[in-house]
């Protein structure tokens, strides 16, 4: 089934008609984006069971943008009734557009040009299976009990496993002088985490499953036992890892971390128009092996969580090409950023709320797979490991370093698994160096999200990242 539309939006859809009307009699381009969304999450573990709506998914809210010639300015607000149309547009008039009348001594704004954009109308949804109306809450928390319990039954060493699911129902509506858009979007994942103790220290492991669905989710999260059981007997069994450079294949999971954090980051182009990223210096240039194409876009993985249809400055999804064949193409970018670069918005613009900025933020980002097997990949490591279990991980954008987490390394001798296994992993280096020593990719690329990202440690939205296993050289401690 599709996602409905938000019943509350469609009432207020006439009533923000008049809202931009009123706007464009003063200013040359208007837009107002309104959002009606709801979160919740769900959690059963030893500490007990927790239901919470998100505070960071849930919201009712709408934001306006104009442009008086110069530069732009936003006004949000969560209520709107025919009676305050006039007192918005006076508000704006008299207390937003003229924030530049209060700069410091020596501060002028950056001039921009007017919007451009395309014709476009439309209404979208995504399909779901189970709606949150159709499945209760005890419904949801006896098929969270139901998998954790068979989880406990799997190792006799297991202090607690988690098992968690969260969801969004997110309508969208976008309208400006060219444009009338509407989105209806759900995403749903769900997690499972084990512990168990090694001596004094607590060893975890973690699966995912979900995207963009609804709370048929649930019925996955068994699959997921079997490779977390696996993982926490690796855990389990595992030793300090001795520094140095060595020959990896990581899994997709890991795949997907080096994607976002080695090169994501480094090309959202907000960070281009401040000069704090790298990348913009090496447009056109090598900066990886000529296996690696990498692409981002809320278009090319429709099965993803941080799938839509349009940015929230109403540009419609799109697949980018950051890396062609090794080469770096260009960046992502938002509206705002676009406009300052002399280029065209990539439909990256992301608020994690109608309170909040649009920045240029990623959405499915991924490496493209390759033409090798998995098991001559494992073959052709004389003395390596293979990294598993991506846990976090952060860049510099200015300088191209990485550092990430990996949960444990198996290692490989002589193209196979001697049994050995190195925890916890820190993963390190120069970006480009590492993307260079990619020799060897998988064929098919697997993609998931089940965290938020953050711009700065706030700002958080839903991504989700990926690509096929690859051999490259790193740098671990």
């Not at 994501?264 to 990886?288: C, I, P, S, T």
């Amino acid at each position: 089934m599709q996602v409905n539309s938000s019943k509350i939006l469609e009432e207020k859809r006439p009533l923000m008609k008049k809202l931009l009307a009123g706007l464009l009699e003063t200013y040359t381009y208007a837009s107002i984006l309104a959002v009606d969304a709801e979160g919740k999450s769900y959690a059963v573990s030893r500490a007990g069971i927790n239901i919470a709506k998100s505070d960071v998914w849930s919201e009712c809210g709408y934001v306006i943008k104009v442009y008086d010639g110069e530069s732009y300015g936003e006004y949000a607000f969560n209520h709107l009734e025919e009676d305050q149309i006039d007192g918005i547009v006076t508000r704006i008039k008299e207390q937003l557009m003229p924030w530049k009348e209060a700069l410091a001594a020596g501060l002028c704004t950056k001039q921009y040009p007017r919007m451009d954009e395309e014709e476009a109308s439309f209404e979208k949804s995504t399909e779901c299976g189970r709606m949150p109306g159709q499945m209760g809450d005890g419904e949801v928390i006896e098929k969270l009990k139901a998998v954790r319990d068979k989880a406990l039954t799997q190792r006799e060493d297991l202090i607690d496993c988690r098992t968690a699911c969260s969801y969004q129902v997110a309508h969208k509506i976008f309208l400006s002088p060219k444009k009338e858009l509407a989105q209806n979007v759900m995403w749903t994942t769900g997690v499972l985490v084990a512990m168990a103790a090694k001596g004094e220290e607590i060893k975890t492991s973690f699966a995912s499953c979900g995207g963009l669905c609804g709370l048929e989710t649930l019925d996955e999260m068994e699959g997921l036992i079997p490779g977390v059981m696996d993982s926490i007997g690796y855990l389990l069994v595992s030793e300090p890892m001795v520094p140095g450079e060595y020959d990896c294949i990581c899994t997709p999971e890991v795949t997907g971390m080096i994607v976002h954090e080695a090169f994501g980051h480094g090309v959202e182009m907000d960070m281009f128009v401040k000069k704090r990223a790298l990348a913009e210096k090496y447009v056109g240039e090598y900066v990886a092996s000529p296996l690696v194409t990498m692409h981002d876009g809320a278009a090319v993985a429709i099965d993803q969580s941080a799938t839509f249809f349009f940015d929230d400055e109403g540009t419609p999804a799109q697949d980018t090409i950051v890396i062609d064949h090794g080469v770096l193409k260009g960046g992502i970018c938002d509206a705002q950023a676009g406009m300052a670069l002399h280029c065209a918005p990539t439909g990256n613009g992301r608020r994690q709320s109608t309170d909040h900025k649009a920045y240029t933020r990623m959405t499915n980002t991924y490496f493209e797979g390759g033409n090798d097997k998995l098991e001559d990949m494992i073959a052709s490591i004389e003395n390596g490991v293979m990294l598993c279990e991506a846990t976090s991980g952060m860049e510099d954008p200015k300088n191209w370093g990485i550092q990430c987490m990996v949960n444990y390394a198996r290692e490989i001798k002589n193209g196979k698994f001697t049994g050995r296994v190195f925890s916890p992993i820190v993963l390190t280096g120069y970006v480009p160096d590492l993307l260079k020593s990619i020799s060897m990719m998988s064929e098919t690329p697997k993609l998931s999200g089940a965290g938020m990202c953050g711009k700065g440690h706030k700002e958080w939205v839903k991504v989700s990242d990926g690509g096929p296993y690859i051999k490259a050289r790193i740098r671990l401690g």
